[in-house]
Every structure is written in structure tokens, then in C-alpha cells.
């Protein structure tokens, strides 16, 4: 087969145009004897917000821990931003940094730092030579970005919710505006209101901000509510990506099991049923 002669720009299964801030070809991933991807591939166009699901083990956290640079792979291509994550390069380790984002699932903030010195860190780190009051101000508007009141900033995450430390997390994420955010299960622990809330807040600021998300979810009704694709993990590939509508017909049967058992077809009948009021 001849060469892809624009392999930023194409996805040969959905002739998408739009550029691919990601893209995964061929990634393996292996433990010991246990391999948790082979061939694995994935674009992630600029501006979507993707969610990643697959059963439990499936590789998800591995997938985006490699495409973060905090995995070596066994084998395969990823660029990030046009930049391999694990490249030595400290130019490209920089570009990487500013330019991305990530939400770990515990949030990963500092426990005896504020939310305002959390967010500040990377200010700190990437920005030396801000003036305190600036870099203060800018803590401040991240914070209030991520819909936390002004008073959070001077708390330790302990005296906070599970949702706010959600929302510091997110803060913190956005503290140098990164083109791409990775979310790894953003509203695992949160009541299904606060979850509710969450995906509102991420579509709203992926809309405002204009980010590509990629985001690893469980959770059925933020499938249905925020994300433009779907990516499914089987089979320790990607065995589709796509538009949900599509991936409903899609045959493999852990996708017949996810989207079509109980949960799924409740899920779709809230989602169905807010579209008609809209
Ligand atoms: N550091 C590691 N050492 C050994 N095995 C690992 C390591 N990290 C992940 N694994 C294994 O890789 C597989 C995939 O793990 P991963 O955390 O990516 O799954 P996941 O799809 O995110 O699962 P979950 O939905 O339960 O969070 C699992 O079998 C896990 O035990």
C-alpha cells in the first residue's frame, strides 16, 4: 500500500480532514508476558472531545500514559502536538508541557499546598518571572474558571468536596492554557449531579477555550452528553472510533454488551430525550 502522503491529516476509515493533535500507530504495550496493546492505533482530531472506554484492564490508563510521556512503549509511533512524548529533546519535553493538560483520577494535587499554590506551581515552574500579584490573579481566574468560588483559593484540597478537588484539579490543568486537556475519569466518585455538572463544565470550557479533550470514562451518560467520538478499547487495539450513532451498530460484543445493556439503553433514552427539549 502506498504511504499516507498527509499522515497528520487523514483517518483512512472516516476520510476526516481536520488535523490530528494525536496519533497512535501501531503502539505496544507489554508487562512481563501480558500484553495490553498490539497494534494499536488512534487519531484524536483538534477540537473534538474523544471518549476512551473499554472493560476494566482494557489499557486505558496505560494508553494515556504513554501518550503523556510517562511510558516507554515496546513498540509503535505517537506524536503529540507533532512531538514524540518521550523525546529527549528538551525543546520538545517544553512544547509538551506547556501544551497539554491532565486530570489524573485522584486529581494528584498537592495535599499541603492551597488550591491557589496548586495552580501555581506550574505558573511557577513555566513562568519564573511573573510578578507574584500577576500569577496570583491568574490562579484566580482558573479557579473561577473551573466554577469554584474565589475563597477555594486559599484552601487545602482536604477541606474541599470530591468535586471541587475535581474542580482544583481541572484548575490547575488549565493554569498554563493548554490546547489539549487528558481527563482520566473526571467524574469517577461524584454523585450523578455533580458528574452532571462536570460534563457541563468540560463541554463548556472544551467550547470556550476551544481544547481537544481526551477524556477516559465509565461513565455512559457523559458518552452521550459531551463527546463528539468514541474510541473502544477490545482486543488490546482500538477496534473503533467513531461518532456514537456509529459505534451503536458497531457488531464487536463487548460494544453490544456496553452501549446496549441496561445502562446503555438508559443512558440513551436520557440523552434522546434532552435533545427533544432542546
Ligand atoms: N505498572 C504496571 N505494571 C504491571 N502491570 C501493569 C502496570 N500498569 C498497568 N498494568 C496492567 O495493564 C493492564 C491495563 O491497565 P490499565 O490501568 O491501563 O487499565 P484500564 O483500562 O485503565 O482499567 P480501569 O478501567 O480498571 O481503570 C492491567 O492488566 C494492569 O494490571
Known sequence: MAADPHPQRQDPAHGDDRPALIRVRGL????????????????????????????????KSVLMRS??????????????????????????????????????????????????????????????????????ELAL????????????????????????????????????????????????????????AFDRLIRTLQQALGLTVFLITHDLDTLYTICDRVAVLADRKVVAAAPLEEIERHDHPWIRDYFHGPRGRAAARVAASATEES
Not at 490543568?173 to 493548554?178: F, G, I, N, S, T
Request: hydrophobic share 40%; proline share 8%.
Open 28 to 59: 505496544v504495550n507489554r508487562f512481563g508476558r501480558q500484553t495490553v496493546h498490539d497494534g494499536l492505533d488512534l487519531d484524536v482530531y483538534e477540537g473534538e472531545i474523544i471518549g476512551v472506554v473499554g472493560g476494566s484492564g482494557s489499557g
Open 67 to 136: 501518550l503523556i510521556g510517562l511510558r516507554r512503549p515496546d513498540a509503535g509511533q505517537i506524536e503529540v502536538l507533532g512531538v514524540d512524548p518521550r523525546s529527549d529533546d528538551p525543546a520538545d519535553r517544553l512544547h509538551l508541557e506547556r501544551s497539554t493538560g491532565v486530570l489524573f483520577q485522584d486529581g494528584a494535587l498537592f495535599s499541603s499546598l492551597t488550591v491557589g499554590e496548586n495552580v501555581e506551581v506550574p505558573l511557577k515552574e513555566h513562568h519564573p518571572g511573573l510578578p507574584d500579584s500577576l500569577r496570583y
Open 141 to 196: 481566574l482558573k479557579v473561577r474558571l473551573a466554577g469554584l468560588p474565589a475563597d477555594a483559593l486559599d484552601k487545602l484540597p482536604s477541606q474541599l468536596s470530591g468535586g471541587m478537588r475535581k474542580r482544583a484539579a481541572l484548575a490547575r490543568a488549565l493554569a498554563l492554557d493548554p490546547p489539549l486537556l487528558f481527563l482520566d475519569e473526571p467524574t469517577a466518585g461524584l454523585d450523578p449531579i455533580g458528574a452532571a
